[in-house]
């Protein structure tokens, strides 16, 4: 199939994605690090090279509330935001969950005020992981394009209708030019259908849609709605072989394991870090450590056995959070001891907190990871959350 | 199917005319609930390509409980804060599909518009979708309970501006909509009242013709929490223009024009007088509202160039 190189920015993989699978309705607001790729949309659509109705509302609560309307009426919705942008709309994220509207956004994720910051850490979509969203997390901006596209058949599956969250690490990836495979329009309209909703609002047929209801049904709609997103573990996969298939890149749907398979020392992460890790666990492999990394991409829904599997024969797990829930731990390590403990497994876990605000995490840094899973993996005693490369406020 | 959209605008609708086809029913609103006959007699006008969108607020809570929908036609709940955004979405929606001949209306209480709503109204507005934005104003918020909002007029008894020895009731004076809405240069504005069902349908239907965003501010008593008797709505309604302290109005093109014109003001202490929410009210505190009054209309005379 004929691809195109390009030499793009991570947002503008973004844009080039959305535009591939040809929204019809697209809502923008501004912020940094998201700004590009809504900049790009707009320039496609005054070019004519994407049909889309492009408004420009008056902030990130009225985005996602367009976006609903939109999708209520049948339409493909595509829209972006990050940080605190994504908090303001807080509330239109557990409507648009709620209501089943199969909307994808990117979030560019960036750390959250005070202290004010446009670099970036993961508290902003963590924070939010409960809002009943899809969330992917994408190391690169190949990634980050073949996602948006993904992510449309993953929501838009009728056993799923769930809006899916792209997330971006700021700066590091939405705004680091690579070059970039780009799929000719035919071969994404072969993998991506157009939207065809079975529900939406019909003038033959009106529907009331977003409704309130009472106790005795409320529970049934959050179980059908738990449901949706559980089904989206088979159809992630589904849609990734699919999507390997077309353009002979699978990404190994909710998470990917490198080099675990005899890994005694195991580190989990989250988006673009994962490319360092990478380079690390190469180094220390070959100096014969048995080392490996478990790239989370889907943190809902929470690759729960996936982990297990491999972390079956570790003698220690580190996972590295980009956030923190003050006064306890890290959100991805609350997750993966869940899906351990649930397993019946217990090894000894480490919550690495590093790069909040955009702080560099170094390679160094990785290695006294591996470190410290060693010294706990020969049970000498070990801190449960530290903070890693915590600069001058350390003693060390 | 009935006939298109521009032909059923062009035909008067009035008492005679008016369909007796039923968009909005098997609701829950209280007994005499102006708000709920605003949203029914809309729709009567709009007719069946309508999509209404409702906040929070009475109209959605009494409208929407699953299983038991009101409305005949496609309609949803929207956040308190989203009316004109999610309208807008419908808008662009619309447009993407090639639908021109579809209504799309919101119907939203004073506190969803005047207060949490406003910037995405005012973002509706500025971008001129077409849309038609109805405020249902009871003055309140009343689903929670009768709390103040920005239109709760001066004096009102409020369950957060309560009437007792060391309160006198709402202190601030009710924010004027339709000034800021016309400020924004709207495609059209009106306000209107539904104790005046013939000037409300005119609205609606003028609000149905045109190119752009059409903004009507209906005042809508509500007996619950005015303190009225059920069989008043219409009646108090009425009154609130006949002392002067509502006007019916209309806002096109930059003109400003009034549909209705006393030539007298009825007693102000009667209108008040009427109502639980203003039985605290002393003589110098009516004398104010009077004053008010006075100086609204004053300002009409001199900035409207109408009369
Ligand atoms: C974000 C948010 N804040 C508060 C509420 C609670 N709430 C629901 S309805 C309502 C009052 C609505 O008042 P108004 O818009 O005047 O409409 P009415 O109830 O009078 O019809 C409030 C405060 C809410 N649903 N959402
Ligand atoms: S409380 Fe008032 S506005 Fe609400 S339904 Fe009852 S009468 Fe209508």
């Not at chain 1, 409507?95 to 005020?113: D, H, K, L, T, W």
């Not at chain 1, 309209?189 to 019909?202: E, G």
């Not at chain 2, 309140?140 to 009768?146: E, I, K, L």
Request: aromatic share 8%.
């Amino acid at each position: 199939m004929a691809q195109v190189k390009q030499f793009v920015s991570g947002n503008e993989a973004v844009a080039i994605g959305a535009r591939l699978a040809c929204p019809q309705v697209i809502t923008a607001y501004p912020i940094t690090p998201q700004t590009v790729a809504m900049e790009r949309l707009s320039e496609m659509v005054g070019e004519g090279t994407l049909q889309a109705q492009f408004i420009l509302v008056e902030s990130e609560h009225s985005a996602l509330s367009a976006a609903m309307g939109a999708s209520a009426f049948g339409s493909r919705t595509f829209t972006a935001t990050s940080s605190q942008g994504l908090l303001y709309m807080a509330e239109c994220l557990h409507y648009a969950s709620g209501g089943r509207f199969p909307i994808v956004m990117m979030n560019a994720n960036r750390s959250v005020a005070l202290p004010w910051s446009i670099y970036g850490d993961h508290r902003d979509s963590l924070s939010l992981l409960d809002s009943g969203w899809l969330q992917v997390y994408v190391e690169d901006a190949q990634e980050a394009l073949d996602m948006i596209l993904q992510a449309y058949a993953i929501a838009e599956n009728e056993q799923v209708l769930t809006p899916v969250m792209v997330n971006l690490d700021g700066f590091t990836v939405t705004h680091t030019y690579e070059p970039i495979r780009v799929p000719s329009q035919a071969a994404v309209d072969a993998f991506l259908p157009s939207f065809a909703p079975a529900i939406k609002m019909d003038l033959a047929k009106p529907l009331n849609m977003g409704f309130s209801s009472t106790p005795a049904d409320n529970m049934a709609f959050k179980y059908q709605q738990h449901q949706g997103a559980e089904a989206a573990r088979c159809v992630i996969d589904q849609v990734d072989r699919s999507f390997g298939e077309h353009f002979g890149r699978p990404y190994g749907g909710l998470m990917e394991a490198y080099r675990c398979d005899d890994a005694e020392l195991i580190l989990i992460t989250l988006g673009s870090v994962s490319g360092t890790a990478r380079r690390v666990v190469d180094a220390l492999r070959e100096q014969g450590e048995k080392v490996g990394l478990v790239k989370i991409r889907f943190m809902r829904p929470f690759p729960r056995e996936e982990i297990a599997a491999v972390a079956r024969n570790a003698r220690a797990v580190g996972i590295l959070d980009r956030d923190i829930s003050f006064g306890y731990e890290g959100a991805v390590y609350t997750n993966v001891n869940s899906a351990l403990a649930g397993n019946g497994q217990v090894p000894p876990t480490l919550n690495f907190i590093a790069g909040l605000g955009g702080r560099d995490i170094r390679k160094e840094d990785i290695e006294t990871m591996f470190l410290r899973l060693a010294s706990a993996a020969d049970g000498r005693p070990f801190q449960r959350v530290e903070f890693i490369h915590l600069g001058v406020m350390t003693d060390d | 199917m009935t006939e298109p959209v521009s032909k059923a605008a062009a035909k008067p609708v009035n008492a005679r005319t008016l369909t007796e086809q039923e968009f909005f029913f098997g609701h829950k609103a209280c007994a005499g609930c102006g708000g709920a006959l605003a949203v029914r007699l809309a729709l009567k006008v709009l007719g069946e390509r309508t999509y209404a969108v409702l906040p929070a607020g009475c109209m959605s809570a009494v409208g929407f409980i699953y299983p038991q929908m009101a409305f005949g036609i496609n309609a949803m709940i929207s956040t308190f804060a989203g009316t004109a955004s999610m309208l807008s979405g419908m808008a662009a929606a619309a447009r993407a599909q090639g639908l021109n001949d579809v209504h799309l209306i919101g119907f939203a209480g004073d506190g969803g518009t005047a207060d949490i709503g406003i910037q995405a109204l005012s973002g509706a507005i500025d971008r001129n979708e077409k849309i038609i934005y109805v405020c249902y104003d009871n003055e309140a918020y009343m689903n929670t309970g009768t709390q103040k909002s920005g239109l709760t007029p001066f004096g009102a008894h409020t369950t957060t501006t309560p009437a007792g020895a060391m309160s006198r009731g709402a202190g601030n004076r009710k924010k004027n909509m339709f000034d800021i809405v016309t400020a924004h240069g709207i495609t059209y504005a009106a306000t209107t009242s539904i104790g005046h069902i013939q000037d409300f349908l005119n609205k609606i239907q003028r609000a149905a013709a045109v190119e752009g965003t059409a903004y009507i501010h209906v005042l809508a008593p509500c007996p619950t929490g005015w303190g009225i008797a059920t069989d008043q709505t219409l009646a108090i309604a009425r009154e609130a223009v006949d002392c002067g302290l509502w006007v019916l109005a209309e806002y096109e093109k930059g003109r400003y024009a009034l549909t209705k014109t006393p030539q007298q003001f009825t007693p102000i202490s009667d209108y008040l007088k009427k109502q639980g929410r203003f039985r605290h009210l002393l003589e110098k505190e009516v004398e104010e509202v009077e004053r008010e009054r006075d100086e609204r209309w004053s300002y009409i005379r001199r900035h409207w160039n109408c009369l």
